[in-house]
């Protein structure tokens, strides 16, 4: 008899893991708090452990990349207001592949239940939430609220798996309050899609307008519209949620008198979905306890500063279904093999990512000129390596 296993969450993590458990013969059942799926979403990069992991769920030829085929030009703008050639997100090491967050969910839902699926699509149920989770019995007795009919019912599983982010509702009922966990940064974000191009840039170019403590990037893509990020640091977290969320991005922005802020703005105010939230990290000491694991934002989250929130999404659903795939008697063994395949680069990158996140926002009018001395330093670097692979390749 087929093991079953229920994901709570259908976003990158969720599905990967789904995917990555009907591999290894199980039988995933996802829940999803919202009525339907998500679409579109702001920018984000895959870097080669996403992209592998892509190919080893079997959604690489599903997943649509939209770098802009010369590369793309990055754009930073002085204090002055001038225009000088930037270093932007996709020239970062490990040359991460440009896709908005809806690509990489659009071809993990086509591998869960498309015509991609390999078999049998996964079970999905839209508006359902667990708010009870019981690991003392022959199974894991988990109490369901359907949010359409308002009915409730309890199902047993052989696993369960939290992929329900940040501030996951499965973390909270196994292993604690938020608290516990989530490491205040002391920023804010707000990403989306824009409509058009700021006027008078080419349409994959990216822009940069890095100022101390507050900071706007857009980033171009290939074959849409560009995304942004408004990101600001403030020690008074609690008070940017009073209020619109439009004219306090307004008031904390006011003074960057410079077109591109100003088109980024009147955009929010047209924008029909956009992200807005506090930056957090996920430490936790372990990830499962019992028949009960944690994955992705919930268990991680390295936040958008360290890049690498779709790939450790997609990567840590894959390695899970390694995982069981290689230890199938033994639940316990395989959720440790993957928690300590996984650790040490997870540990890695939420390190790096308090250096990032200089490079996103500088903390101080100092770090700002110190951030773009380096950053002009490596764009020269940059660009005599290509230089010199180009007169390789004519030679």
């Known amino acids: 008899m087929q093991k079953r296993a229920l994901m709570v969450g259908l976003g990158i ?6 995917i990555g458990l009907r591999q290894s013969g199980w039988t995933p059942v996802i829940v999803e708090r919202a009525p339907g799926r998500r679409l579109g979403g702001y920018g984000v990069g895959l870097m080669p452990e996403g992209r592998q992991a892509a190919v080893d769920l079997g959604i690489a030829d599903h997943l649509h990349t939209r770098n802009p085929p010369d590369g793309g030009k990055t754009w930073s703008l002085t204090r002055s207001g001038d225009r000088e050639p930037g270093m932007g997100f996709l020239h970062q090491p490990g040359d991460p592949a440009a896709v908005l967050r809806g690509d990489v969910e659009a071809a993990l839902w086509e591998g869960t239940c498309g015509d991609g699926a390999g078999g049998d699509p996964v079970e999905v149920r839209f508006a359902t939430t667990p708010v009870e989770i019981d690991d003392t019995g022959g199974d894991v007795q988990v109490l369901l609220t359907d949010a359409g009919t308002g009915s409730q019912y309890r199902e047993g599983f ?16 196994v292993f604690g309050p938020d ?9 804010m974000i707000c990403a989306f899609q824009l409509k ?3 006027p008078s840039y080419a349409e994959t170019d990216s822009i940069v307008v890095a100022r101390a403590k507050r900071a706007v990037w857009v980033f171009g893509f290939d074959d849409c519209a560009p995304t942004t990020l ?7 977290i609690q008070g940017q949620f009073t209020g619109s969320r439009v004219e306090q991005l307004r008031s904390v922005f006011s003074g960057m008198d410079d077109p591109v802020v100003r088109h ?8 029909p979905e956009f992200l807005f939230d506090s ?12 028949r009960v694991v944690v994955l992705g934002d919930a268990a991680w989250c390295p936040n958008l500063f360290s890049g690498m929130g779709a790939t450790f999404g997609l990567l840590g659903g894959a390695e899970l279904g390694r995982a069981l795939r290689e230890n199938p008697d033994d639940l316990d ?7 300590s395949g996984l650790r040490p680069s997870i540990r890695k990158h939420q390190r790096i990512a308090r250096v990032k996140q200089q490079m996103f926002v500088p903390s101080s009018r100092p770090v700002e000129a110190l951030r773009a001395t380096i950053l002009r330093r490596l764009l020269a670097a940059r660009e005599r390596r290509l230089a010199t692979a180009r007169a390789g390749a004519a030679a």
Not at 165 to 170: K, N, Q
Not at 279 to 290: A, F, I, K, L, T
Request: proline share 1%; aromatic share 8%; no cysteine.
């Open 13 to 18: 993590a969720g599905m990967s893991a789904a």
């Open 158 to 173: 052989d696993l369960v798996v939290g992929a329900d982010g940040m501030r996951s509702s499965v973390r909270r009922m």
């Open 179 to 187: 608290e516990d966990y989530l490491t205040n940064w002391d920023a």
């Open 196 to 198: 058009e191009q700021v």
């Open 230 to 236: 408004l990101t600001y640091r403030t020690q008074d």
């Open 264 to 271: 980024v703005l009147d955009s929010l105010e047209q924008a």
């Open 279 to 290: 930056v957090h990290q996920v430490r936790m000491p372990r990830w499962s306890n019992g």
């Open 333 to 339: 063994v395989a959720l440790t093999a993957w928690e």
